[in-house]
């Protein structure tokens, strides 16, 4: 399999120094081997933001090692966007994303890159194993996989995260979609080619804490729902619909014991306020839906930019792309 190509690695950095020295380590064996099977490979760290001293690892690995190059993003732009940063920055005909904890072992990469050699634009590294994470994380996991691809049309594979590989056309196809709420593991299928996975054992995070605790986990559900679909929208007409058959069902029930059995009219104080209660509060909750899709709309209509790089690290060594840089 000695293809010749350029691979291009793209890691996002949120406060990871205790981790990075490890990361370095990690994948020196692995970045040889690749070089070796296929050509150049360039590692492209982004810092989004970090407090801590992640961007001082990352520049002196840039000199360190010519591979390195470094993104220093102008603040804390989150993960999703830390991402398109590195992966519109990196110069490979393939480029492969992945996080900077070891929770996505170097050994998978060459297993991505010869999935590549055999025609595929996409591949995804999918866990078998999801390592010591908490039953909670475990669940809602689940249940938004499932809840993801019944609305949103595309596959999203299951316990699949950012650990993917891309060929050029591919990425080029999302560095098309602007949206500012983004959700790569509903775009990239979304975009679609030759699409695959591969499959691994998911470690545990070598050091430092992850960025996703369960209540940042259910916002990126979220946003992943409402940026794939607007079933959410949708849910306005099915409880219409239910509340209706209901109400209609109690109206004729009233009639029918009026008429029939002739008990008063003037009755039924619980059954007013239950109908009054879930009405308001039904409504309450569609203006809140519609109010989460104007806010986005909004969001996305001000066309800000993704991200602000600050400063790029490359060693004076670094060696020149291989391919045509896009114009
Ligand atoms: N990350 C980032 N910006 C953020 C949060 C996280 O660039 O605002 C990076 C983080 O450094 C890591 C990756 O995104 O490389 C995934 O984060 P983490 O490992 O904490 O998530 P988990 O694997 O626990 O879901
Ligand atoms: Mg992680």
Same mark, same amino acid.
């Given at each position: 399999m000695l293809t010749m190509l350029s691979i291009s690695i793209v890691i996002p950095v949120y406060n990871e120094a205790p981790v990075l020295p490890l990361l370095f380590a990690g994948l020196a064996g692995t970045l040889a081997e690749l070089e070796q099977a296929h050509g150049p490979v360039e590692l492209v760290l982004v810092? !989004?933001?970090? +407090?801590?001293a992640s961007w001082d690892l990352i520049r002196t690995q840039c000199q360190r090692d010519a591979r390195y190059v470094g993104v220093n993003l102008s603040r804390n732009f989150g993960h999703q966007r830390a991402l398109a940063a590195g992966l519109e920055s990196a110069r490979g005909e393939v480029v492969i994303s992945m996080d +900077? !904890?070891? &929770?996505?072992?170097? +050994?998978v990469l060459p297993q991505l890159v010869a999935k590549y050699c055999e025609g595929y634009d996409v591949v995804y590294a999918t866990r078998l194993t999801r390592g010591k994470e908490s039953w909670g994380k475990r669940i809602t996991a689940n249940i938004f996989y499932r809840v993801i691809e019944k609305v949103s049309g595309v596959t999203v594979h299951?316990?699949?995260? !950012?650990f993917r590989l891309m060929s050029r056309r591919a990425l080029v196809e999302l560095s098309r979609? /602007?949206?500012?709420? /983004?959700?790569l593991r509903g775009m990239v299928p979304w975009i679609g080619f030759p699409q695959t996975q591969v499959f691994y054992d998911r470690g545990d995070r070598q050091a430092g804490e992850t960025h996703y605790p369960l209540p940042k986990m259910l916002a990126l559900a979220f946003d992943g729902i409402a940026s794939m679909s607007t079933a959410p929208l949708r849910l306005a007409y099915l409880l219409c619909l239910l509340l209706f058959s209901v109400f209609i069902g109690y109206i004729m029930w009233v009639l029918f014991d009026h008429f029939v059995y002739g008990s008063e009219l003037v009755q039924g104080w619980t059954s007013l306020m239950s109908a009054i209660t879930i009405f308001g509060t039904i409504e309450l909750l569609m203006f809140g839906i519609f109010g989460e899709y104007l806010g986005r709309t909004y969001e996305q209509v001000k &066309? /800000?930019?993704?991200y602000i790089i600050a400063d790029v690290e490359r060693s004076a060594t670094s060696p020149t792309p291989t391919r045509s840089e896009p114009s």
């Amino acid at each position: 399999m000695l293809t010749m190509l350029s691979i291009s690695i793209v890691i996002p950095v949120y406060n990871e120094a205790p981790v990075l020295p490890l990361l370095f380590a990690g994948l020196a064996g692995t970045l040889a081997e690749l070089e070796q099977a296929h050509g150049p490979v360039e590692l492209v760290l982004v810092n !989004d933001g970090s +407090a801590d001293a992640s961007w001082d690892l990352i520049r002196t690995q840039c000199q360190r090692d010519a591979r390195y190059v470094g993104v220093n993003l102008s603040r804390n732009f989150g993960h999703q966007r830390a991402l398109a940063a590195g992966l519109e920055s990196a110069r490979g005909e393939v480029v492969i994303s992945m996080d +900077a !904890d070891l &929770q996505d072992p170097p +050994a998978v990469l060459p297993q991505l890159v010869a999935k590549y050699c055999e025609g595929y634009d996409v591949v995804y590294a999918t866990r078998l194993t999801r390592g010591k994470e908490s039953w909670g994380k475990r669940i809602t996991a689940n249940i938004f996989y499932r809840v993801i691809e019944k609305v949103s049309g595309v596959t999203v594979h299951k316990d699949t995260g !950012d650990f993917r590989l891309m060929s050029r056309r591919a990425l080029v196809e999302l560095s098309r979609m /602007r949206e500012v709420h /983004r959700f790569l593991r509903g775009m990239v299928p979304w975009i679609g080619f030759p699409q695959t996975q591969v499959f691994y054992d998911r470690g545990d995070r070598q050091a430092g804490e992850t960025h996703y605790p369960l209540p940042k986990m259910l916002a990126l559900a979220f946003d992943g729902i409402a940026s794939m679909s607007t079933a959410p929208l949708r849910l306005a007409y099915l409880l219409c619909l239910l509340l209706f058959s209901v109400f209609i069902g109690y109206i004729m029930w009233v009639l029918f014991d009026h008429f029939v059995y002739g008990s008063e009219l003037v009755q039924g104080w619980t059954s007013l306020m239950s109908a009054i209660t879930i009405f308001g509060t039904i409504e309450l909750l569609m203006f809140g839906i519609f109010g989460e899709y104007l806010g986005r709309t909004y969001e996305q209509v001000k &066309q /800000r930019p993704l991200y602000i790089i600050a400063d790029v690290e490359r060693s004076a060594t670094s060696p020149t792309p291989t391919r045509s840089e896009p114009s």
